[in-house]
């Protein structure tokens, strides 16, 4: 990170100093183990204790928070710490990535294909035919675009992806390694004889702007039209999403979530890991879902919270979950009543 003042870094987060605003920022640290001359964030409570030891110079603190004790290291208060402390990290990273635009000598690259010259195609890289390349995109190591892919600016794909025929990719998307896009539906016709004859899967994968999608994640083409991952998604690592799915804007969802085929999850969903989601349903928007839920049929109010197997409201499941804690005392109760119960 390049030194910079605390008075100046409250300039760019439009934030207020409390300290000595000469003081000046090298690093970036965790508040429980940040260096001298770190700036570090304090955004959850749980963490406040360490805020009174940490060694690092500055802490983003929000307007509201009062110390109980004195702190050494100078504040600058802002609405929200995380989301600053979250905004000085990507000018950091933009500052540490100093890209050589150019194609290394082991890659393929289609003669039909449409790459600008500011591009950085790695390693063993495949650019198949008719691949068109926005400009400043990074293709990674062992990458494998497809015939007819089309992807925005400022894309990074990472070492290991597959991006397969005919998908579309919006602008600044991010696909993490070994990810897949375009892999074929699981689409099987049922014979008389009970063996299964395979459906061809016809359609694409589209992204819109400002996707990212994890590590290891296998996005489906559709049978015929597209699979759908609307503008500012955020996948996270080992997610299978089936072919024809509709995933709605801005809608995050953690790893080990499965999503079946031609379900529709609508926009600021939130989605826990390992939730499993059955297919041909539709998800209001707003909707969130505890992890390891399994969610069977459509959700059509906006904006509740849903947890168990089938899922029902997240309310209603506390209230059932202190039942279900009571049940052996319920069922010694039961006994005993049982054996008071005059005989004839």
Same mark, same amino acid.
């Given at each position: 990170?390049?030194?910079? !003042?605390?008075?100046?870094? %409250?300039?760019?987060?439009?934030?207020?100093?409390?300290?000595?605003?000469? +003081? &000046?920022?090298?690093?970036?640290?965790?508040?429980?183990?940040?260096?001298?001359?770190?700036?570090?964030?304090?955004?959850?409570?749980?963490?406040?204790?360490?805020?009174?030891?940490?060694?690092?110079?500055?802490?983003?603190?929000? #307007?509201?928070? $009062?110390?109980?004790?004195?702190?050494?290291?100078?504040?600058?208060?802002?609405?929200?710490?995380?989301?600053?402390?979250?905004?000085?990290?990507?000018?950091?990273?933009?500052?540490?990535? $100093?890209?050589?635009? !150019?194609? #290394? !000598?082991?890659?393929?690259?289609?003669?039909?294909?449409?790459?600008?010259?500011?591009?950085?195609?790695?390693?063993?890289?495949?650019? @198949?035919?008719?691949?068109?390349?926005?400009?400043?995109?990074?293709?990674?190591?062992?990458?494998?675009?497809?015939?007819?892919?089309?992807?925005?600016?400022?894309?990074?794909?990472?070492?290991?992806? &597959?991006?397969?025929?005919? !998908?579309?990719?919006?602008?600044?998307?991010?696909?993490?390694?070994?990810?897949?896009?375009?892999?074929?539906?699981?689409?099987?016709?049922? =014979? %008389?004889?009970?063996?299964?004859?395979?459906?061809?899967?016809? @359609?694409?994968?589209?992204?819109?702007?400002?996707?990212?999608? *994890?590590?290891?994640?296998?996005?489906? &083409?559709? /049978?015929? @039209?597209?699979?759908?991952? &609307?503008?500012?998604?955020?996948?996270?690592?080992?997610? =299978?999403?089936? #072919?024809?799915?509709?995933?709605?804007?801005?809608?995050?969802? %953690?790893?080990?979530?499965?999503?079946?085929?031609?379900?529709?999850? *609508?926009?600021?969903?939130?989605?826990? @890991?390992?939730?499993?989601?059955? *297919?041909?349903? =539709?998800?209001?928007?707003?909707?969130?879902?505890? %992890?390891?839920?399994?969610?069977? $049929?459509?959700?059509? /109010?906006?904006?509740?919270?849903?947890?168990?197997?089938?899922?029902?409201?997240?309310?209603?499941?506390? $209230?059932?979950?202190?039942?279900?804690?009571?049940?052996?005392?319920?069922?010694?109760?039961?006994?005993? +009543?049982?054996?008071?119960?005059?005989?004839?």
């Amino acid at each position: 990170m390049k030194e910079i !003042s605390v008075g100046l870094l %409250a300039q760019l987060v439009q934030g207020e100093v409390e300290g000595n605003p000469d +003081l &000046r920022i090298t690093g970036v640290g965790k508040i429980e183990s940040a260096s001298s001359g770190d700036l570090v964030f304090l955004a959850n409570a749980k963490y406040e204790s360490h805020i009174y030891e940490t060694k690092a110079i500055a802490a983003l603190v929000s #307007h509201d928070f $009062k110390p109980t004790k004195p702190i050494s290291c100078a504040l600058v208060r802002v609405p929200d710490p995380y989301l600053a402390f979250t905004l000085l990290l990507q000018e950091y990273e933009r500052q540490m990535k $100093k890209y050589d635009w !150019s194609i #290394h !000598s082991t890659a393929y690259v289609d003669p039909t294909a449409s790459v600008p010259e500011r591009v950085s195609i790695g390693a063993m890289a495949y650019i @198949g035919p008719n691949v068109e390349l926005g400009e400043g995109c990074v293709i990674d190591s062992h990458v494998s675009i497809e015939s007819d892919v089309v992807l925005g600016a400022n894309c990074h794909i990472h070492a290991g992806a &597959r991006i397969l025929r005919g !998908s579309k990719v919006g602008n600044r998307c991010v696909i993490q390694a070994n990810a897949v896009l375009g892999s074929e539906g699981f689409g099987f016709a049922p =014979q %008389a004889d009970g063996s299964y004859q395979p459906i061809p899967q016809l @359609g694409q994968v589209t992204l819109e702007d400002d996707v990212h999608i *994890g590590a290891n994640c296998t996005i489906d &083409r559709a /049978t015929m @039209g597209t699979t759908w991952i &609307r503008t500012g998604v955020k996948l996270d690592n080992l997610i =299978q999403v089936a #072919h024809n799915v509709e995933i709605g804007a801005h809608t995050v969802i %953690a790893a080990q979530t499965g999503i079946a085929g031609s379900t529709k999850i *609508g926009t600021f969903s939130k989605i826990g @890991g390992q939730v499993g989601i059955s *297919g041909h349903i =539709q998800l209001a928007s707003g909707t969130q879902i505890a %992890a390891q839920s399994g969610i069977m $049929k459509s959700i059509v /109010t906006p904006n509740k919270a849903w947890f168990g197997s089938p899922a029902f409201e997240l309310p209603d499941y506390l $209230k059932s979950s202190a039942v279900f804690r009571k049940l052996p005392q319920l069922w010694k109760d039961v006994e005993v +009543l049982k054996k008071q119960e005059p005989k004839n």
